[in-house]
Every structure is written in C-alpha cells, then in structure tokens.
T-cell receptor, first 113, second 114 residues
C-alpha cells in the first residue's frame, strides 16, 4: 500500500517569497491533515480536511497560509509571503474518518532565508 | 483541552539497556494515546496506540507502553535498546472531539551508546 506522498521534499526561499507544497494521501483516506513541525518541537496541526471540507483551521495563520483540497484527494498548502519563522517541516497526514490511526508523509522541509 | 508532557528532552542509554521514555497527558475525556518515532530526515511512524482496550499496548520493534489512568501516564519502554532505536520519539493524544486531531508533546531524543 502506497503511503502519503509529499513534494517537494526540500525548499529554500527568501523571505517574502511564496511557496507551495503538495500532498497525495493514502488511497481511500477521507481525512487529510497538514502539520507544522518547527525544529525542536512537536508537530502542530495547521488544518484538517474531511473530504474537501475544512474541519479545523483554527491554528492556520490565514493572513499568509492557505490550503485547499479540491476533489477531496490531493491537497496543496501555500505560504505567501513567507517569513523567517515559517522555516519548518510541513507534514501531511491522512486517516480514515474515525481518525484513530493517522499516517504521515516524509515531510516537506522549508528554509526561509 | 488536552495536552501532553514528555519528561526529558534527551535520554541516553547503552546498547542492551532498558529504554524508558516518559509521557504524561491531560485530558477531560477518555483519551486515545499514541507514540510515534521519527528518524532523521523522515516523517513520523506509528509505534503503538492506546484506544481504551488493553492497558498494556505492544507495538513495533519491541516497544510497549502502559496506560495508567491514575497516574495520567503512558510511558514507552523497551527491554533492550538497539543502536537502530536512536531517533526522536513523540507522545500524542487525540483531540477531545475525536476528530483525529493529534496534540503532540515536545519530543524526546533517544541516544543509544555502544
């Protein structure tokens, strides 16, 4: 069974530039999550989708972050404009609707300089 | 609200020694509890989970954890450490609404010395 796929794996951008990350969840997983993991910290949920609807985006900095999940499968997370403090690993994860087991991708590493 | 505290950001053990990584949680509802492992430059891999069945949970790679409600703890153990166990370990609790949202601790880095 294929896991959660993410791209790009690594990205370096200058502050005030924009960046987009893509995620393809495990087939059949209706729930998709984006987590932000800053170095030395545990992951923090940014946004959760159920199919193509948003369940929780309470910790998403909406002035600069946006995410969409068109057609209820793939998802894109965008940051514009990026700040230095956005340097982190962005983890995509997916699960079946009961959410008991969440499977993570390998992450997209962002460095903002 | 729910929260997780992992005691000790770094733990160092000798190869073959007991591994004990501590996790305490706070939850106003019966929790689901998880341990994840993260190897360098990789994503999170589920080690084990507690979902209100048996209090002693066995996971992959010889790890196990015991849910103790009276102590609000979910410590991770392994009888004999292997060099390949060196990684970062995260304890997590599911959100109170059971939407699947995970709340993570700060993580514990396990070092295994030869």
């Amino acid at each position: 069974e294929a896991g959660v796929a993410q791209s790009p794996r690594y990205k370096i951008i200058e502050k005030r530039q924009s960046v987009a990350f893509w995620c393809n969840p495990i087939s059949g997983h209706a729930t998709l999550y984006w987590y932000q993991q800053i170095l030395g910290q545990g992951p923090k949920l940014l946004i959760q989708f159920q199919n193509n609807g948003v369940v929780d985006d309470s910790q998403l900095p909406k002035d600069r972050f946006s995410a969409e999940r068109l057609k209820g499968v793939d998802s894109t997370l965008k940051i514009q404009p990026a700040k230095l403090e956005d340097s982190a690993v962005y983890l995509c994860a997916s699960s079946l609707p009961n959410g008991n087991t969440i499977y993570f991708g390998e992450g997209s590493w962002l460095t903002v300089v | 609200a729910q929260s997780v505290t992992q005691l000790g950001s770094h733990v160092s053990v000798s190869e073959g020694a007991l591994v004990l990584l501590r996790c305490n949680y706070s939850s106003s509802v019966p929790p689901y509890l998880f341990w994840y492992v993260q190897y360098p430059n990789q994503g999170l891999q589920l080690l084990l989970k507690y979902t209100s069945a048996a209090t002693l949970v066995k996971g992959i790679n010889g790890f196990e954890a015991e849910f103790k409600k009276s102590e609000t703890s979910f410590h991770l153990t392994k009888p004999s450490a292997h060099m390949s166990d060196a990684a970062e370990y995260f304890c997590a609790v599911s959100g109170s609404s059971n939407t699947g949202k995970l709340i993570f601790g700060q993580g514990t880095t396990l070092q295994v010395k030869p």
